[in-house]
């Protein structure tokens, strides 16, 4: 038998998962905390990463991704060169569990305040790949 190499507890982000219930920790069948392992609990992580402001977390002031310095931003290339370098470099330092095979970052179709941050990597331990996509509220044009 198989153990998971990675467990962590589930939790629904309030930002990411709305569709799949209340934001929180999950409860499981027997009534304790639910987990989840392997390559959902290295997307949970990666989702925990870029969506926590550098300074959140007590123990680890420098844990976190600095996409939310683009809000009000203009919705340009270089915003959104910003938010690749931000991810990229959020990724590179605290999750070595990943490769990042693509990051790509863009004004989104259906609303020009949104900038779409595209990434997409494999977990380093099993080979799978997965993709994350996250929208960031930015300004509405290319100049201020």
Known sequence: MNQPR??????IHPDFDPAQGLPGLRVGPGGRLATVVDAASVRQAVLLL?????????????YGCHLFRLAFAPNDDTTAGLAIHYVARALDRWEKRIVVLS??????????????VRLHYRVRASSREDNIAIVVPVGTGGAR
């Open 6 to 11: 990675y467990r962590s507890l589930a939790l």
């Open 103 to 116: 990051l790509d970052a863009a004004q989104a179709r259906e609303d020009p305040a949104l900038l779409e």
């Open 50 to 62: 870029l969506s926590t402001r550098p300074g959140e977390r007590i123990n680890r002031p420098d």
